[in-house]
């Protein structure tokens, strides 16, 4: 209204000096003062249509504060009535408390019970066999809590067989047919055993059961829990050993995440794999030596039983050749030629050995050097991301020491076979040097 008024006074303004632009400035001041400036036709139709539409408004401005007037009383009765609605509503809800009695106890105690197994069924192993349990236990606890209808008989024995049937098949172990999802991601229908709540295996394969449904797990533990799915998912009856899981897949998981032999071989890095490299060489040296001692001992008693005729196809067939090489000779210079020829089938008998000592020796000081170059890795990653996460500092030291573990794998075996060896030895030494010194006693007698 106000942006029509101010442009009604423009237009009239205008239409108005228009006609006497002409006039003389005085003359138009003179009659402003004295107020006998006429309005122009033009200007008169203006003003007319401009009231004409002004009483247009003020119409529609009654019409609506008439409507106003009826919405606002229709609002106050509709209160009104909410208020009695709610009033009413409350005396019901007072009833319905009195008419339940012993009731509501009773719905408490079933809301509670079907929450919590609804809780426990979602990651049961028994849900595997029989899935939709949870499902039919929330609909049971979404009716309980609508004020306006109630359980039935029928309901109320559903959620105590549940219940029931969960206590009994924790003490079974069933075998089913169920979609199981692959390690690879596909999904096949396989046979599957279940023991108890605890535990869930299928073709050399543990399970888990979640959300998704049965799945395979990642990673698979060692061969000997493998063995024993085995048996049981091959058994008919009888009797069968299987390692229970009674935390319900922590332990599982653990030994999942165990690392195997050769995870823990490949944490030494190249120090770890050089020293059990050095050591199988070692190894097989050490078990070659013995096999040739225990050959070359035979042989030298079996040379020591028929001294007259010497062989050169052992020591003490060769020591003795010297003796009879030398008929009737000076003793000392037999007793002299006899030491050589034991002095030179010594080194043919020693040979190795001292390999085998150092490698003993010096396996658990790589160890140890292994180690130490692993706590300084560790403690560069502590200075990098900090201290905070002990698992950082557990990981980095386990690997430190598989170093040293591995030194010690090495030279303990490795010494027990380098004692083997070397009193093989020292016995077919002892043989020889006995020989020897039987002969120089004979020619002495001779």
């Known amino acids: 209204m106000k942006r029509l008024l101010i442009l009604a006074a423009a237009l009239t303004a205008a239409i108005i000096i228009a006609p006497v632009q002409a006039q003389n400035l005085d003359q138009l001041l003179e009659q402003v003062r004295t107020g006998t400036l006429q309005k122009t036709k033009a200007a008169a139709d203006l003003e007319k249509r401009f009231r004409g539409a002004g009483a247009g408004k003020a119409g529609i401005v009654s019409a609506l504060q008439t409507q106003r007037a009826?919405?606002?009383?229709?609002?106050?009765?509709?209160?009104?009535?909410?208020a009695t609605n709610e009033e009413e509503l409350n005396g019901l809800r007072s009833l319905r408390e009195r008419e339940l009695g012993d009731l509501k106890e009773l719905f408490g105690v079933i809301q509670q019970v079907t929450g919590e197994s609804e809780a426990a069924f979602d990651t049961s192993n028994i849900s595997a066999q029989f899935p939709g349990r949870s499902a039919k236990f929330g609909a049971i606890s979404k009716k309980i809590n609508q004020s306006n209808t109630l359980l039935t008989a029928g309901e109320i024995e559903s959620v105590w067989r549940e219940v029931f049937n969960e206590i009994v098949q924790q003490g079974k172990v069933s075998k089913f047919n169920t979609t199981v999802a692959t390690a690879a991601g596909d999904k096949e229908e396989r046979s599957v055993t279940r023991v108890g709540v605890f535990n869930l295996v299928s073709e050399d394969a543990y399970l888990t059961y979640g959300a998704g449904g049965v799945a395979e797990l990642p990673r698979q533990p060692d061969g000997r829990f493998i063995g024993?799915?085995?048996?049981?998912?091959?058994?008919?009856?009888g009797t069968v050993g299987f390692s229970v899981d009674p935390t319900k897949g922590t332990l599982l998981g653990a030994a999942v995440e165990s690392p195997s032999l050769m995870e823990r071989v490949d944490q030494g890095g190249p120090v770890g794999y050089i020293i059990l490299g050095v050591g199988l060489l070692a190894a097989l040296i050490a078990i070659y030596k013995i096999v040739t001692l225990m050959g070359i001992a035979s042989a030298v008693q079996k040379q020591a039983a028929n001294p007259g005729s010497p062989s050169d196809k052992n020591p003490l067939g060769r020591v003795l050749k010297v003796a009879q090489n030398n008929p009737g000779g000076d003793t000392e210079a037999l007793e002299l030629k006899l030491s050589e020829a034991i002095m030179k089938e010594t080194p043919k008998l020693t040979s190795w050995l001292m390999f085998l000592k150092i490698v003993s020796v010096v396996a658990p000081l790589a160890g140890l050097l292994g180690?130490?170059?692993?706590?300084?890795?560790?403690?560069q990653s502590i200075t990098l991301f900090g201290a905070g996460d002990p698992k950082l500092m557990a990981g980095g030291i386990s690997q430190a020491l598989v170093t040293t573990v591995c030194g010690l794998v090495v030279a303990i075996p490795?010494?027990?076979?380098?004692?083997?060896?070397?009193?093989k030895a020292?016995?077919?030494?002892?043989?020889?040097?006995?020989?020897?010194?039987?002969?120089v006693a004979r020619q002495i007698e001779g």
Do not use: C, P, W
């Open 228 to 237: 024993q799915a085995n048996d049981l998912m091959g058994a008919s009856g």
């Open 426 to 439: 020292k016995r077919v030494e002892e043989i020889l040097e006995e020989q020897s010194a039987g002969m």
């Open 414 to 423: 490795i010494v027990l076979l380098h004692t083997a060896a070397a009193s």
């Open 371 to 379: 180690t130490v170059l692993g706590m300084i890795e560790t403690f």
């Open 70 to 82: 009826q919405l606002e009383a229709r609002s106050e009765a509709l209160e009104n009535q909410f």
